[in-house]
């Protein structure tokens, strides 16, 4: 019984280094250079991708674990939702997995590590990262190109990721029609800048012991407090990875890219 164990966990490790170098293939290595500041991301673009067409386009996000300088490792979450036959046939975007430099941070967060659930504090009045402000850049460049619908860009994230999104939401509010935000958090004051202009859609685990869930249901609570009607998904029995059951709702896609500017 065992070894039997021990060889389904083996084909199922293979099937995943499988999957990721597939997905790897559909996200192209690219580089967004901006004075002698440098952000690796991947992007995927639609099936017969033509310039003269246009498409939404997504911003994903990753977490703390997934920062380095390998430009591959940003795809372990959620890439291969986008990358799936179906939701490409279905939903066809452009969409970019900038990687976040270890010494770096997506959010203005003041983390301590030293006990978990992890301590975090949001400053309201701070500069970007500058991982941050390369993202903000690189998607304004994006943003400026004819083949981006501009009524239909979205971002998402999950944890360190999930508080990028409600920050880069601050930061441009205008931007984005719609984003979700998975096991995140941030600062309650800057969601007046996005409450009523961006529809969200907030997940987290109830059972996480790494990022409180009170940390999303504090974004909620601004948020409706600010106008916005925000979606959430508190996951009874899910711990940090509730990414997992994110990706897993059939409906989450379907809701994302209906949303629009127009």
């Known amino acids: 019984m065992k070894n039997r164990l021990k060889v389904y966990a083996f084909l199922c490790l293979l099937l995943s280094a499988g999957s990721l170098l597939a997905q790897q293939e559909l996200y192209q290595k690219q580089l967004f250079i901006r004075g002698d500041d440098t952000l690796k991301y991947r992007i995927m673009y639609p099936k017969d991708f033509s310039e003269s067409k246009q498409y939404p386009l997504l911003l994903f996000l990753h977490g703390a674990g997934e920062r380095g300088s390998d430009n591959t490792s940003q795809l372990v979450h959620g890439s291969a939702l986008f990358a799936n036959e179906k939701n490409r046939e279905d939903f066809p975007a452009i969409v970019i997995f900038p990687q976040c430099p270890k010494e770096s941070y997506w959010a203005n967060a003041d983390v301590d590590r030293s ?82 202009k961006v529809p969200m859609w907030i997940f987290h685990g109830a059972n996480d012991d790494v990022v409180r869930p009170h940390l999303s249901v504090d974004m909620v609570s601004a948020i409706l407090n600010y106008g916005g009607k925000p979606n959430f998904n508190l996951y009874a029995k899910d711990n940090h990875n509730s990414w997992d059951s994110t990706f897993a709702e059939p409906g989450l896609l379907p809701w994302l890219f209906s949303q629009s500017k127009l």
């Open 115 to 196: 006990s978990y659930p992890i301590s975090l504090k949001f400053p309201k009045d701070a500069p970007p990262t500058p991982a941050m402000d390369l993202v903000i850049n690189l998607m304004d460049e994006f943003t400026s190109k004819s083949f981006v619908k501009k009524e239909q860009v979205y971002v998402g994230g999950l944890s360190m990721g999930g508080m990028g999104t409600f920050e880069i939401l601050s930061r441009k509010p205008d931007m984005f029609a719609g984003a979700i935000a998975i096991c995140g958090g941030g600062n309650t004051e800057l969601a007046q800048y996005y409450a009523t």
